[in-house]
Each structure stands twice: as structure tokens, then as C-alpha cells.
């Protein structure tokens, strides 16, 4: 008597990665217009789509880059405001999801953008030597995003972050120093000791 086995059955997320039409933009990525509702859904729902910012997403297959992560807000950015704080350490090293606020930088003495709903504003003096520009859209350096994170952001949610921030080679001695600079500013003693939590983990 011969047994014959059946070839296994292709998984679901793989079936459904097969199901994945080309791109409908140029930079690669899915927004739920481009999908009908039901198969964007499902696309996410199975793993064949990696949601990386509120409504956009990528192949599971794809790693997603800092281009990636800042391609959401072109055009979305008032002129003179960056991305800051924990937006802008989420598009520089990653994270198993972006931000739930949208935190933003912007020169002092200026209106603040209303169109932006669940956003955090700082509003700061930002030299040219704290901004980059990634994908088109400007972003706090890595180094000044350090900074910012320690200043602006709970100690148990900086630092995670300013440990990543260190990883992907942000110098935390110069960030301490940059902080040193700041004086008697708001959140710098809390900054401090988180930059200094993060280093003893580094």
C-alpha cells in the first residue's frame, strides 16, 4: 500500500500576499482609498499589510524606512513647523507603532496650526543645525530629538525611545551636553535624569 501526502496548503497570509495589487502611489505605500474597504481589512487584518501611521501601510515583506514613516505628512506640515518629540523618534528608529499624538515643532510668536487635530505643539527657537529633511519633510535631527523626547516626554515612555535614539547612533554624552545649554527651561532636570536612565542602559 503507497500513502501519498498532499502538498501542504499555502497560508492565509501568504494567499492573501498574493492578493496584493501593485502600489497605487509612487512611494509604495497603501492608503485604505486605494483598496476596497473589505480587502484593505483583510489585508491588514491577515498580515499581508503592516500598518506604519494612521491609515498607510506597507507589504509585511518590507521593511519600513524613515522615508517611509515621514512620506504620511508631505503636504501636511504648516510652513516652519517640523515633526518633533516622539513623532520625530518614530520616524528616525522605528517602533512597533507610530505615535498616538502628532507632535510638532514650530518658532515661537507664530499661529499655531488648527487643522491638525490630536497633535502636540511645542514652539521653540530651532537652529538650522536641529532640522533634517527626510522624504521631503522636515524633522528634528536625531541628536535634537534626544533632547526634546528627555524634556517633553514621561521618563517611562523617553527612555525606551532615547534607548533606540542611542542604537541607531545618537550620542547621548551630546545630548546631555545640548541639554546643559537649555538652563533653568522647562523639563530639563526630568531630562536629565532620563537621559542619564537611557546611557546606564546603553
Known amino acids: 500500500m503507497t500513502l501519498t501526502t498532499s502538498p501542504p496548503s499555502p497560508s492565509l497570509p501568504t494567499l492573501t500576499s498574493a492578493m496584493l495589487p501593485p502600489a497605487a502611489r509612487d512611494d509604495g505605500l497603501f492608503r485604505p482609498d ?22 498607510v501601510a506597507i507589504p509585511v515583506r518590507r ?27 518614530w ?41 533634517v529633511t527626510v522624504a521631503g519633510v522636515s524633522v528634528t535631527s536625531p541628536l535634537r530629538t534626544a533632547v526634546d523626547v528627555a524634556c517633553f516626554t514621561a521618563p517611562s515612555s523617553a527612555v525606551p525611545r ?3 535614539l ?21 523639563g530639563v532636570v526630568r531630562a536629565d535624569r532620563s537621559l542619564r536612565a537611557a546611557r546606564a542602559r546603553c
Do not use: K, Y
Open 166 to 186: 542611542a542604537h541607531h547612533g545618537v550620542d547621548l554624552d551630546a545630548a546631555l551636553h545640548r541639554l546643559a545649554g537649555l538652563g533653568r527651561q522647562r
Open 91 to 131: 520616524v528616525h528608529v522605528g517602533g512597533a507603532a507610530g505615535p498616538s499624538a502628532l507632535s510638532l515643532t514650530g518658532p515661537p510668536n507664530t499661529h499655531q496650526p488648527p487643522e491638525l487635530p490630536g497633535r502636540v505643539l511645542h514652539q521653540q527657537e530651532m537652529p538650522d543645525r536641529d532640522l
Open 63 to 89: 521593511r519600513p524606512t524613515p522615508d517611509d514613516r515621514a512620506r504620511p505628512f508631505v503636504g501636511v506640515l504648516p510652513a516652519g513647523w517640523a515633526l518633533g518629540g516622539a513623532t520625530a523618534a
Open 34 to 55: 486605494d483598496l476596497d474597504p473589505i480587502t484593505w481589512q483583510l489585508l491588514v487584518h491577515e498580515g499581508a499589510l503592516r500598518v506604519i501611521a494612521p491609515s
Open 162 to 164: 532615547l534607548v533606540a
